[in-house]
């Protein structure tokens, strides 16, 4: 089978599904990827053939003019996801001629595949592979972002439906506006729902790498949704640093790391947990700077903490007592996936969807803030790490994960797709 995956130009985007190209060219598919030009190389690197298209580096946008605010978050969106839909669409149809895969596997952000879902024209399979929470539409009127949890009573829930009608006014129903217009120019039809629901149902498939504990339990699933539980990183994904025997001695284990997205400023999150826990002669604090080179540190590293660019997180996960995160998607669920209870911050992006989840999960707390200071982060980690229940919640999350044979899982959404949506484009 031959398999074209479609990828969103964001380090947390396209590295699951290079992990899934993995798993198909090691059964003996052929994968063709197609992602920005600024991402061609790293794809190149794992050893893939990549077909690059040119996005003007959409994803990385910041609407700096504007404050903070609905208005610049709408545009934000707009601009590095909507406005890259007909580039992204005519490289897909393109491919579709020329390589004429079995099936497309896009990331749900990759919203190039919509014109291809709301048109007649022939096409392969498409298979979406979300990499983030569920963004479907609540059920109790809560609106998606601002990370709120299920509502508990009726006043919570008309609360919920009034917020929820404000954000439709200000951010969901302009930018449903905006990508029907998009999606017009290029002659498809309009969205069936918000753009976020509509990515979750029109593909012919769902990936979701996760467990459905993580998940609210409120309101309808996505009829084609499948949840997998959690890829296994490489073994050997990125070197060991000279100091990683010190994981093994007596201390205890904390990570703290902002991604590789919003990573900008070292001191929203991984300074000030250095400095918080610089007393803790007890821990060890290692710290990921997401690429960003140690020297971007300021001050000196406290003596109980060890700093790398990147750190190889599929070793390094199972010796954790605690993570700190500012709530990337991908490390939160490698976290759950591992037992490991976590201090979440962050509410940009996805974030605060993805803190709030971790604390209704009971499997650790979120400060809900993107620069918390030293002595909420250290009043937090310390609540975590005395507080024998987190760690029981991540372990009962990590026997979920367990549950699934993952590999074998995503596989079979991919081949189930391919056999019940005939090749019309191969014929």
Same mark, same amino acid.
């Given at each position: 089978m031959k398999l074209l995956l479609a990828a969103t130009p964001l380090t947390g985007h396209l590295n699951p599904l290079l992990a899934l190209a993995r798993l198909a060219q090691a059964r003996?598919?052929?994968?063709?990827?197609? !992602?920005? &030009?600024?991402?061609?190389?790293?794809?190149? $690197?794992?050893?893939?053939r990549c077909v690059a298209y040119a996005d003007d580096d959409a994803p990385e946008y910041r609407a700096t003019e504007l404050p903070a605010g609905p208005e610049r978050s709408r &545009?934000?969106?707009? &601009?590095?996801?909507v406005d890259p839909i007909p580039v992204q669409a005519a490289a897909l149809r393109r491919l579709i001629t020329e390589e004429r895969p079995d099936v497309i596997v896009a990331g749900t952000m990759f919203l190039g595949?919509? @014109?291809?879902?709301?048109?007649e024209a022939p096409r392969p399979p498409i298979v979406g592979y979300n990499v983030s929470f569920l963004f479907r539409d609540r059920a109790d009127g809560a609106p998606l972002g601002p990370g709120l949890p299920p509502s508990r009573d009726a006043a919570e829930r008309a609360r919920y439906i009034a917020f929820g009608a404000a954000a439709d006014a200000a951010f969901v129903n302009p930018v449903r506006a905006y990508a029907d217009a998009v999606l017009a120019r290029l002659g498809a039809r309009p969205l069936p729902a918000s753009l976020t629901q509509s990515i979750l149902i029109l593909p012919d498939?769902?990936?979701?790498? !996760?467990?459905?504990?993580?998940?609210? @339990?409120?309101?309808?699933?996505?009829?084609?949704?499948?949840?997998?539980? $959690?890829?296994?990183?490489?073994?050997?994904?990125?070197?060991?640093?000279?100091?990683?025997?010190?994981?093994?001695?007596?201390?205890?284990?904390?990570?703290v790391t902002q991604g590789t997205l919003a990573n900008g400023d070292l001191g929203e999150l991984l300074e000030p947990t250095l400095a918080a826990l610089a007393h803790r002669d007890d821990l060890l604090v290692v710290a990921s700077t997401g690429g960003r080179p140690v020297e971007a540190l300021?001050?000196?590293?406290p003596a109980n903490a060890r700093v790398a660019p990147f750190l190889p997180f599929?070793?390094?996960?199972?010796?954790?007592?605690?993570?700190? !995160?500012?709530?990337?998607?991908?490390?939160?669920?490698q976290a759950l996936a591992s037992g490991v209870p976590m201090v979440s911050a962050g509410v940009t992006e996805d974030k605060a969807e993805i803190? $709030? &989840?971790?604390?209704?999960s009971g499997a650790g707390l979120n400060l809900a803030a993107n620069a918390p200071g030293p002595d909420a982060i250290r009043a937090a980690a310390e609540t975590v790490l005395a507080d024998p229940g987190f760690r $029981?919640?991540?372990?009962?999350?990590?026997?979920?994960?367990?549950?699934?044979?993952?590999?074998?899982e995503i596989l079979a959404v991919i081949d189930g797709a391919a056999g019940a949506l005939a090749h019309p484009a191969a014929a």
């Open positions: 003996g598919d052929e994968v063709v990827v197609t !992602t920005a &030009r600024a991402f061609a190389a790293r794809v190149a $690197a794992a050893g893939f &545009r934000e969106f707009e &601009r590095r996801f595949v919509l @014109p291809l879902l709301l048109s498939a769902l990936i979701q790498p !996760t467990v459905q504990a993580f998940e609210y @339990p409120e309101g309808a699933l996505p009829e084609r949704l499948h949840f997998v539980g $959690a890829l296994p990183l490489p073994a050997a994904e990125t070197p060991r640093p000279d100091w990683w025997p010190e994981l093994d001695d007596d201390r205890r284990v904390v990570l300021s001050g000196p590293i599929g070793a390094l996960m199972p010796k954790l007592d605690l993570f700190i !995160t500012n709530g990337g998607y991908g490390s939160v669920t803190g $709030a &989840r971790i604390a209704w $029981a919640r991540a372990r009962a999350l990590a026997l979920d994960f367990a549950r699934h044979d993952t590999p074998r």
